[in-house]
Structure formats: structure tokens, C-alpha cells
């Protein structure tokens, strides 16, 4: 490194630029043109300039001040020409990709400088951009949970920081593969940046380029990544020192039904930090002050839990109310210092079954935990015929029915199960029949067979169902599904092939399956009315994660609503067909309280909290892993070339302005 | 160089109406008293024959018997000549520059010089004086005419409308040439810029030689004074092409201003050191002013 670079600009420009100063300086000796002007006497002018002439030559530096400070002013443009600075590595590679993490932990303060993580890593990018050369091009892709292009790969290195400095803190989780994705894509054609297409269109000759990662190192796993032409390296962003952060990783209000009216609040509360602190902690209930816990002790890197009883409130909940746990010991990360639930008032779900025999289904469906759940309403099949189905079933009063072997004309705009029949809108169908055929397989994973036990299930014969596309299975037969699970606009169809109880030809009945005699049953029909009947919709609290898509119903169809946001922005939502809303603007975690358009009464609210671990643990990782590659962190910070030619050139201007202001206002020769 | 500001043959031009009313009530003043030539309107040192008493002297054989106080002689019986004061004419000259830098200025300094000699001619031709308006240029400039009464007004006018700058003679040169040809005693009003490159000191000197009552009027153009200039010039002398190399800025002119102002001084000096009355006057004061105001308060004029 050099504090002069001669290579700004080619030899002849240089000769051009050293042939100037001469140039002025003859340019002054030459003899001048002077205008002549006819004066009475010259008697007194001549004795004027020869006692200006005396002597000295301070008296011909300053006949021949501009002069000097037109000289002074080319040798400083000069001087600019070959770029001096100070302190500088050559940047290696010509193509770059600048990563830098936006989540919500690069908000924390723990920088000596005061600077939250992502305004320190957004300095350092510019740094690094000022050090690019002419020919250098980069590209620049902002992560939290999702990763943005902020800008694709260009030259002009002004555009790359104005990109920089719009980059803005989000409150989302952070997960690099996206970003990674992104970076690979260009980097290695034959891989898609886009993920959702599936043929990559080559726009450019894969180059090497350099990915340089910002970040705390608190990045989800990659776990399959191949770097290709890229070469990775990542700049730990954050203090040296594990800052102190106490943070709320888990909030939530407990099952209200489970615990026969008892209303409490738990928060688990996480200490990153590696001493044991105590914090005051404020429960806020609709606003006002509720309770508080002095002195919490939470031992370092270790977390401790607090509840608060809000059984006071039971039975005077009419209608939903936002509850708020305020860390009040201050520390360099606010994002976790707060969180929010909401507490609904309770409702039933709104369930029909129609079929002509109930009882299994009765039977099932008075159980204390269902009845709780769900109103329940029985109907024969004639019911199916009345106005009054039509009218509730378009109108949206059930949130699910069941049809038991039976089918209406259209489908209701709910959720349905059909019961060994097939939905009506010709998607469905019978791939065949079987007989006495044990079930083999049972996706638990799914809510709905949620600890369902199937394989001491005996079925005597079950249509085998053949879903629409996006269809899953949820029972398997040897021979194939048996029960399967659909969308259909919005709304979700289960399909189950064996009826409880089959009639024959002649209409005899007999016991199908021996299933409502098992444990399973009613912890299936439990599992349906949950999932399927709303009701988890409606539970006591449930939480989103900033930027995920809030998609809901309210308590009537409304055809729009109102949303607004913990900044007080409202913003207008319309009605989907099956009368559910989707919000995407959920970048602020808070309550988002949602009404009626053109009404104040608040309908329902939703809480939004990150309440993430890995975003409230302050500690920098040193390295990060990238699929096969373990990545050092670079610590030491490689100072940026100081350049010292925009002041030079300032310097330049201001002479020219004094220049200007002699040669005008005639101060001094 | 032609005046270019040449008035015309007009009286008004050098002197104006309002000027004139005033001019009526002065008088010229000599600081010393003068034999005149003939008899006018000032006393004179010597006796003559006015109203007006002066002393008593012994009768002498051949006195003229009119003049006898024959009273005097009643008492002491002793014969006394009365004497009376006799009231001569004042010699008034007025010298003007006519050198070719005297036609710069607006108004030009000749005019302004030949306004300032018509209004003190007008004063003096009005007393009876003996006026004589000379330009310093003995080669060209047509013979002076010496005038007296208040009749010769126009005569004056009409010489001085006919003077124009041309003359580059030293004023040494031409101030000697005047005293060569004139040796009367009186009043001396020397017009001039002193814009002489062989100095002024010489001529002076030849006129306090001869004893006179001298007034030398500094006349300088505006754009002497504070001239307004920019940019590299070449600054050329009217008079002998001389020239001289300038850039002006604002220390230059400056220094201008104090070369200027020493100029004044030393010439006010070398004339008080010489019993002559020194006035500076620029081309912008109008010679209304000059006169009625800074002459009488030197005491040419009351």
C-alpha cells in the first residue's frame, strides 16, 4: 500500500497535468496586454508605483498572488489525481456479494460506539465499498428470515451505500439460506437463485466472487450448502464480551379449559448473559399496570420462568383484551424486553352433523372436553333439503360439518368430513374397495391424528380415497388411503372411507369398524372439533411471528375489516372467498387489533412477538457453518483506505474561491 | 487636445445671473497696498486728492495755494498744506493654466478655471480694478487684453471663451515669461493643476520675486481626486505621452490617494512658507461656493 496511487490517471494525462503549472507561470510573465487609458498627468501614478516598487519581495509575492494561488490550485488538483490515503488493504477479487443481517438481534447495543450491530456492520459494508475499485462490482442481499436483493451486482459504488443505508432493522428471526441461495445462484449458474422455479436461465458466465457475511453469527443451520465459485467471509458484528441480555423467550396465557376457569400467564425469561442478574418485570392488562415481580433472579445463561394469575379476570372477559409483560431492567437488546398475548373471550365452535343414526358420534361428542370445545348440533338428512341449512352454511355459522354417509348439494363454505361418502365437487374419488384391511399406516405428525392410536383398529371394508392435488393422507390401508385430507379454497375436506356403521342393500345395519370402542375415537373427534372445528383459532392466545402472514376469520363475515398495526397504521383488508383475510404487514411485533371497516368495536386481537431464543442470545459466534464449510470469523477490523482526495478537492475550491474574491473585490494584488 | 467642454459665446456659461448678484457686493482685497496707475476706488498710499482727510504738512514754496488750511493759519499763523488720501486703481492678474491636462474633468478644469477668472474679473472690473486675465501660454494664446470698468465685461468674457488647452510649455517657463513682460504690483491668481513633471516650485518662486499678492487655486478634476479604475492598464499622459503600467487594486489605489494627499500637503506647505494663500478645490465645488465662501474666508474677496 502506498499513500499516492499514480494509477488514477494514464502517463499523458499526467504530462498534460505537469505541463499546467509551467504554463501559468509564463502566462504571468509574459507581458501583459494592458488597456491603455488616457489620464491628465501620470505624474502622480508614477510616483504611486515607485514607492509600491520599492522593494522587498514580499511586495512581488503579492503583485503575483493569484499566480501563486492559481499554482497552488492546479498542484493540489494534482495531488487529489493521485489519490492519496492512508491505512489500506487491496481488496482482493472484482466481484463481490455483501450479506448483511437485518434480524432482530442486530438491533442490540452492545458496540462501545453505541451503534447497534446492524449500523456497524452497514458502516463496515461502506468501508468496504469505498475500498472497490473502478472495475469492482458488487451485489448486496439484506437476511432476517427471508433474504432481499437489495441491489444486483453493479459498478457504481454511490448506489451500492445509498442500497446500504435503506436497509432497515426488522424484528424477524434470522435464516441465511435464502441469502445464500441468492448469492449462489448468480455465482454459479446451474444452480437457480429463484427458488421457486425450477429451470435456471443462465443470464451470465458463472465468476468467482467473493460472499462477505455481516452478521452475530445467530443464523439458523444450513445444512446443505456447497459454495461453488463463491468464497465465503464473515465479519462478526457485536462486542467481544458476551453482553448482559435478559430477554422474554416465552409467553403464553394457559388453556382456560383445561384448567376449569383459571386464567395464568406464564413467561420463561432467558439470561444470556454470564452472570446472574435480577430484573423487575410489569404485567400489563389492557394497558393499565396488573401485577409485577421484583428482583427475578436468573441465573447466567440460564433462564427462569414467572406466572401471574389472572383468574380475577375470569368471566368478565367480554371481548378480547391485549396483555403485555415488560422487562423494566433496561439492557443493549429492547426487541425482547417485551411481549404480547391477547386474551379472547371464549366461544364454541359451531359444529352440524348430519346423519341419520348418531349415535357413536353422540356418544363421542359428549365428552366434557368436546362439550366445552363445540356446540354441537345433530341433524338428520332431510335437514340437508331446508332453507335454513342453505342459509347457515353460506352465511358461515358452522365452522365444520360432518356428513355421515351422506352429501348436499354444494358444498358448505366450512370446513367438512364426509363420512364414507365423497365430497360433491368432483375432485374426489373411489380408487376401489377393500376388505378387512388393517391400517398400516397413521400420520401422527398431523393435528388431526394427534395421538390417535389406529393399529389395534379393525375396519371390515373402507373405500379407498383418491384426494385432489394437495392432498394428504392421513390413514393408509395396505391397499391405499382410507382417510385423507384437502384443501379447498381456504377451507379443509377429510375424507374418510369407512363409515362407523354400514347398511347393507336392504338396509340392515351393521357395525363397520370397531373404532368408537377404542381410546382413539374420542381423542380424534377431540383433534377434529379442535382443528377443524375453529377452535384453535379461538383459543385463549396464540402468537405470530413479525412478517409472517396473519390469515384469519372474523367472528362474522364481514366483507372488509381494519387492521391496524402497534404503530397505529390502519390499513383496510378484503374478505377472501371463503371469507378468511391475509395480512402481510406484520413487521412490528405487537397487537394488531382488528375491526369491522367503519366500526370502532374492536372484533378480535392478534398478538405478533419474535420470542425467539436464538435471536435474544446476544452471543457473536466466531464462525458460522455453511452446509460443509465451517467459516472463521474475520475479527480485526481491516480499515478502509482513508481517502484524502474529497478534501483536497475542497481545498482546491475554496482557493479558487479566494482567487476569485481578490481578483473581484481587489483586496491585494 | 481641444476643450471639449468649450462653452459657448455665452455669457451664462462663465457666469450665470445668480452668480453675478452676488458677485456685485465683493470687492477684491490686496493684503499689502499697491501704487496703482490710475485713480480708482482704493486708497492709496499716497496723497491725492479725495474727500477723504489724511494729515497736515508744512507749506514748502511751489505747494498749491487751494490746499492751504487757512484756518490753521488764522490761529497759529503759520501756513499747514492739508493732505488728502488719494483712491487709486488695484493691478488684479489672473494666470490660467492652459496646459493640456487642464482639459480633463467634468466639468473640465479649464472651465472651471475660466469661470473662477471671469467671477473674479467681474469683482474687480466692477471696483475700477485693473484687470488682466493671462493664460500661461506665451507662443499661442492671443495677447491679453487689460481691462477696467464695469463695461468691459463682454471684452472679458470674449477672451476667455476664446482660450483653449493646448499649451505643453512648462510652467516655469510661461510664468517667467509673464513676469518678463508685466512689472506691476497687485493682486496674482494662479489657476493651475501643478501638474507639472518639472515641478512647481520654480514658478512660484519668479512670482514671489516679484513681490506680488499671490493666490495660487489648486484645481483638480473628480476623477484625480477618487478615480474610478480597473483591470491592467496603461495609463497615458496627455501632455507627453508618457505612460506608465498599472493593475489596479484597491491597495494601488490606496496609494494613489496618499501620494495624492502628500502632493497637496507639500504644495500647501511650500506656498504658506512663501506668504502664498493655497487653495484646493475640485471641479465638483462650484465656483459660486468657492468664491463666496473659501476666497473670502483666505481673504481674496469680502
Known amino acids: 500500500m502506498s499513500f499516492f496511487d499514480f494509477s488514477t490517471i494514464p502517463w499523458y494525462q499526467w504530462l498534460i497535468l505537469g505541463i499546467v503549472p509551467p504554463l501559468i507561470f509564463l502566462l504571468y510573465f509574459l507581458k501583459l496586454r494592458r488597456s491603455p487609458l488616457q489620464v491628465p498627468s501620470t505624474f502622480l501614478w508614477t510616483r504611486t508605483i515607485e514607492d509600491m516598487h520599492v522593494n522587498s519581495i514580499w511586495q512581488r509575492l503579492r503583485n503575483n498572488l493569484l499566480m501563486l494561488l492559481q499554482l497552488l490550485a492546479v498542484l493540489l488538483l494534482a495531488l487529489s489525481c493521485l489519490r492519496p490515503g492512508c491505512r489500506s488493504e487491496e481488496l482482493a477479487g472484482d466481484r463481490f456479494i455483501f450479506v448483511i443481517d437485518q434480524s432482530a438481534s442486530m438491533s442490540a447495543k452492545d458496540l462501545s460506539s453505541k451503534k447497534s450491530r446492524l449500523e456497524e456492520a452497514k458502516a463496515r459494508v461502506k468501508e468496504t465499498i469505498d475500498r472497490m475499485t473502478g472495475s469492482d462490482a458488487a451485489m448486496l442481499i439484506s437476511f432476517s428470515d427471508r433474504a432481499i436483493v437489495q441491489q444486483s451486482y453493479t459498478t457504481n459504488r454511490s448506489l451500492l451505500k445509498r442500497k446500504v443505508d435503506l436497509i432497515q432493522q426488522t424484528e424477524r428471526s434470522s435464516d441465511i439460506t435464502e441469502a445464500l441461495t441468492a448469492a449462489s445462484g448468480l455465482a454459479n449458474p446451474g444452480r437457480t437463485s429463484d427458488r421457486e422455479s425450477q429451470i435456471d436461465m443462465q443470464v451470465a458466465e458463472g465468476r468467482d466472487a467473493i460472499l462477505k457475511i455481516y452478521s452475530d453469527g445467530g443464523v439458523k443451520e444450513v445444512p446443505r450448502f456447497s459454495f461453488g465459485k463463491l468464497t465465503a467471509e464473515y465479519f462478526p458484528i457485536g462486542a467481544l464480551e458476551l453482553p448482559a441480555n435478559v430477554g422474554v423467550t416465552a409467553f403464553s396465557l394457559n388453556d382456560q379449559l383445561e384448567s376449569d376457569g383459571q386464567i395464568e400467564v406464564f413467561a420463561r425469561l432467558q439470561n444470556s448473559g454470564l452472570e446472574a442478574t435480577k430484573v423487575d418485570v410489569s404485567l400489563y392488562v389492557d394497558n393499565e399496570l396488573f401485577d409485577a415481580r421484583a428482583d427475578v433472579d436468573i441465573p447466567g445463561l440460564g433462564s427462569t420462568s414467572v406466572s401471574f394469575d389472572l383468574s380475577g379476570l375470569a368471566g368478565r372477559v367480554e371481548q378480547s383484551i391485549p396483555i403485555r409483560i415488560q422487562i423494566d431492567s433496561p439492557d443493549v437488546y429492547s426487541q425482547d424486553d417485551q411481549a404480547f398475548c391477547v386474551l379472547n373471550p371464549p366461544r364454541l365452535s359451531n359444529i352440524l352433523v348430519v346423519n341419520d343414526d348418531p349415535k357413536y358420534l353422540q356418544l363421542a361428542a359428549k365428552t366434557d372436553r368436546v362439550s366445552k370445545l363445540a356446540k354441537v348440533q345433530f341433524e338428520t338428512t332431510d335437514f340437508l333439503e331446508q332453507p335454513e341449512y342453505e342459509k347457515q352454511t353460506t352465511l358461515g355459522f358452522f365452522d365444520l360439518v360432518i356428513f355421515d354417509q351422506c352429501a348436499p348439494q354444494t358444498m358448505p363454505a366450512c370446513n367438512t368430513v364426509f363420512w364414507g361418502a365423497l365430497p360433491v365437487d368432483g375432485r374426489w374419488s373411489k380408487s ?237 494584488i | 487636445m481641444p476643450d471639449t467642454n468649450a462653452p459657448s459665446n455665452s455669457i451664462d456659461n462663465l457666469l450665470p445671473p445668480s452668480l453675478l448678484a452676488k458677485l456685485d457686493r465683493m470687492e477684491l482685497v490686496s493684503r499689502k497696498i499697491f501704487r496703482g496707475r490710475m485713480k480708482g476706488e482704493r486708497r492709496s498710499t499716497r496723497k491725492g486728492q479725495s474727500v477723504e482727510f489724511a494729515d497736515f504738512r508744512n507749506y514748502v514754496p511751489g505747494d498749491d495755494l487751494r490746499f492751504v488750511d487757512w484756518n490753521m493759519y488764522a490761529r497759529l499763523d503759520k501756513l499747514f498744506l492739508k493732505l488728502f488720501l488719494e483712491e487709486e486703481d488695484l493691478h488684479f492678474y489672473t494666470l490660467i493654466d492652459v496646459s493640456e491636462s487642464m482639459s480633463f474633468g467634468t466639468p473640465s478644469k479649464l472651465h472651471y478655471a475660466k469661470q473662477l477668472a471671469a467671477a473674479l474679473g467681474y469683482i474687480g472690473l466692477c471696483r475700477s480694478d485693473r484687470i488682466k ?104 499622459d496627455c501632455e507627453d505621452d508618457d505612460f506608465t503600467e498599472i493593475s489596479v487594486s484597491q491597495r494601488l489605489l490606496d496609494r494613489y490617494r496618499g501620494t495624492l494627499a502628500t502632493f497637496i500637503e507639500q504644495a500647501r506647505d511650500f506656498c504658506s512658507r512663501r506668504g502664498i494663500v493655497y487653495t484646493m478645490t475640485s471641479t465638483e465645488r462650484s465656483v459660486d461656493r468657492l468664491v463666496s465662501r473659501y476666497l473670502r474666508q483666505r481673504g481674496l474677496v469680502r
Not at chain 1, 448 to 476: C, F, K, R, W, Y
Not at chain 1, 510 to 527: A, E, H, Y
Not at chain 2, 191 to 210: C, E, H, N, P, Q
Open chain 2, 133 to 236: 486675465i493671462e493664460p500661461l501660454d506665451p507662443v499661442t494664446a492671443p495677447a491679453a487684453p487689460v481691462l477696467r470698468g464695469r463695461g468691459q465685461v463682454w471684452r472679458m468674457i470674449e477672451y476667455l471663451n476664446q482660450l483653449g488647452a493646448s499649451s505643453n510649455v512648462p510652467l516655469a517657463d510661461s510664468v517667467r515669461n509673464f513676469c518678463s513682460r508685466n512689472t506691476g504690483k497687485g493682486v496674482l491668481v494662479l489657476i493651475t493643476d501643478l501638474m507639472d513633471k518639472s515641478g512647481y516650485a520654480d514658478a512660484l518662486k519668479y512670482l514671489v520675486a516679484r513681490n506680488l499678492d499671490i493666490y495660487v487655486i489648486h484645481v483638480l478634476s473628480q476623477e484625480e481626486i477618487d478615480p474610478d479604475l480597473t483591470g491592467d492598464l496603461k495609463l497615458v
Open chain 1, 432 to 668: 376401489g374397495r377393500t376388505d378387512v384391511t388393517p391400517i398400516v399406516d397413521v400420520n401422527n405428525a398431523h393435528a388431526l391424528m394427534h395421538a390417535v392410536q389406529m393399529t389395534t383398529v379393525h375396519v371390515l371394508s373402507s373405500d379407498l380415497i383418491e384426494g385432489p392435488n394437495g392432498s394428504v393422507s392421513l390413514v393408509d390401508s395396505v391397499e391405499g388411503s382410507v382417510m385423507m385430507l384437502a384443501p379447498r379454497s381456504g377451507f379443509l375436506d377429510l375424507v374418510i372411507g369407512f363409515p362407523l356403521i354400514d347398511y347393507n342393500a336392504s338396509g340392515d345395519a351393521s357395525v363397520n369398524t370397531d373404532w368408537p370402542r377404542k381410546l382413539g375415537f374420542p381423542i380424534f373427534m377431540q383433534n377434529l372439533f379442535n382443528a377443524l372445528g375453529g377452535q384453535s383459532q379461538f383459543a385463549q392466545s396464540f402468537s405470530r411471528k413479525p412478517g409472517q402472514l396473519l390469515n384469519f376469520r372474523a367472528r362474522l363475515p364481514y366483507p372488509e375489516i381494519s387492521v391496524t398495526s402497534p404503530d397505529g397504521q390502519a390499513e383496510t383488508v378484503q374478505a377472501r372467498a371463503d371469507n378468511a383475510y391475509v395480512f402481510g404487514n406484520t413487521e412490528d411485533s405487537g397487537i394488531y387489533e382488528i375491526r369491522p371497516s367503519g366500526n370502532q368495536e374492536i372484533d378480535q386481537l392478534i398478538a405478533v412477538n419474535l420470542l425467539d431464543r436464538r435471536e435474544s442470545n446476544l452471543a457473536v459466534a466466531e464462525k458460522i457453518e455453511l452446509g460443509y464449510v465451517e467459516i472463521e470469523g474475520t475479527r480485526s477490523r481491516v480499515p478502509a483506505r482513508r481517502e484524502f482526495w474529497p478534501w483536497i478537492v475542497m481545498l482546491v475550491i475554496v482557493v479558487l474561491m479566494i482567487e476569485w474574491l481578490i481578483y473581484n473585490r481587489r483586496v491585494l
